[in-house]
């Protein structure tokens, strides 16, 4: 049986891959992936914390999970949009559209 401290290892692997492909990549589409991949390592990792408290903070991770996808959902439309205006995803070519 899978016990808590698995959990919370694999939430903090999975959180840490997530923050350095939020750092390593410029690309619109991995920075999206790599936000997703951090925020379910969060999710993991309070799953592992409430396998000890009870069941209420399960449905709480569900829930925040369909936010997530949400959030995903918003953000690829957000790029897809930033595509069509700019013709690139690339974050260093997108700064200066400020110009």
């Known amino acids: 049986m899978v016990g808590a401290?698995?959990?919370v290892v694999l939430g903090i692997i999975l959180f840490t891959i997530g923050i350095v492909g939020m750092v390593l990549r410029r690309n619109i589409i991995f920075l999206?992936?790599?936000?997703?991949?951090?925020m379910n390592g969060?999710?993991?990792l309070f799953?592992?914390?409430s396998l000890?408290?009870?069941y209420i903070s399960q449905a709480i991770i569900l829930i925040l999970?369909?936010?997530a996808a949400a959030e995903a959902a918003i953000?690829?439309?957000?790029?897809i949009s930033v595509f069509r205006i700019a013709r690139t995803v690339?974050?260093?070519?997108l700064s200066d559209l400020k110009e």
């Open 5 to 7: 401290y698995e959990y």
């Open 47 to 49: 799953f592992g914390a």
């Open 42 to 44: 969060v999710f993991l």
């Open 32 to 38: 999206l992936i790599s936000i997703e991949v951090a």
């Open 90 to 93: 690339n974050t260093d070519e």
């Open 65 to 67: 999970m369909a936010v």
């Open 52 to 54: 000890k408290i009870g």
């Open 75 to 79: 953000g690829l439309g957000l790029a």
